[in-house]
C-alpha cells in the first residue's frame, strides 16, 4: 500500500487527485494539505511515501524540496519552477510533469515526428482562466522538445484563459502549399487521473531524479 499525500488538495486538480488515490486499490490518501484547509505540507508529510503537489508555481520548488529532505517521494503536477536545482537533494525522488494526460504525451511526440519535415510551426495552448502560469509548462515542453528536434517554433506561444475551458493545445506546422495541425484537448480532468497514478507508483523506483515528462514512464 503506498501511502499518499496531496499538496493544493483544496484546488480543483488537487480534488481529483484526492479522488483518484481514494478510488486507487494499492494507494491510501493519507493527508490533504493547503491553506484554504489550514493544513500544512508539514503536518502531513510524516505519514506519506509520496507527496503529489498540484499548489502553486511560488510554492512548487519550496514544497518539492521540503519532501526530498523528508524522504518523501513527491510527484510534481505544478508548472512553472525549475526542479534542476534539486538533484541530490534528499533520499526521496522527485517526478514532475508538465501534462499528465496521455494524448498530451502522444500530441507532442507527433509534434517532433512532424517537426523533422516540416520545421516551421505556432504553438497555441487554451486554459481555464484560473491558470496562473502563461505560457503552459505542456507548450514550453513542446517546444523545447521541437526545437531539439530541429524544428522551429515562432514566438510568441499564444496563451489564451477562459473560463469554460480545461487544458488544450494544437501546434500549426505550415510548408508550400499545405498545414497540419495536431491538437489534444482534456475536456475532464480525470484525463490526467491514470498518469498521475501511474506517477505515484512509479516515483520510488526511479535511478535518477529529478525526471521529467510522463513519456520517461511510458
Not at 525549475?82 to 507527433?110: C, H, Q, R, T, Y
Amino acid at each position: 500500500m503506498i501511502n499518499v499525500a496531496v499538496a493544493g488538495a483544496a484546488g480543483r486538480m488537487g480534488e481529483t487527485v484526492c479522488r483518484a488515490v481514494d478510488g486507487a486499490d494499492d494507494m491510501a490518501l493519507v493527508g490533504r494539505a493547503d491553506p484554504t484547509l489550514e493544513t500544512a505540507l508539514a503536518d502531513v508529510l510524516g505519514d506519506a511515501d509520496v507527496v503529489v503537489d498540484f499548489s502553486t508555481p511560488e510554492t512548487a520548488l519550496p514544497n518539492a524540496r521540503a519532501c526530498l529532505e523528508a524522504g518523501v517521494h513527491c510527484v510534481m503536477g505544478t508548472t512553472g519552477a525549475d526542479f534542476s536545482s534539486l538533484a541530490g537533494v534528499g533520499e526521496g525522488n522527485l517526478f514532475a510533469a508538465p501534462n499528465f494526460a496521455i494524448g498530451a504525451v502522444l500530441m507532442m511526440k507527433l509534434a517532433v515526428e512532424a517537426a523533422a519535415h516540416m520545421p516551421e510551426c505556432e504553438i497555441v495552448e487554451l486554459h481555464h482562466d484560473g491558470k496562473l502560469d502563461a505560457p503552459s509548462g505542456t507548450a514550453k515542453r513542446t517546444a523545447e522538445l521541437i526545437s531539439e528536434a530541429g524544428g522551429h517554433v515562432h514566438e510568441p506561444i499564444h496563451s489564451i484563459r477562459l473560463p469554460g475551458l480545461v487544458a488544450h493545445q494544437e501546434v500549426l506546422f505550415g510548408g508550400p502549399g499545405q498545414t497540419l495541425t495536431i491538437r489534444h484537448d482534456s475536456i475532464d480532468r480525470e484525463s490526467f487521473m491514470p498518469g498521475v497514478l501511474l506517477a505515484i507508483r512509479r516515483v520510488g523506483s526511479l535511478e535518477r531524479s529529478p525526471v521529467v515528462g510522463l513519456e520517461a514512464l511510458l
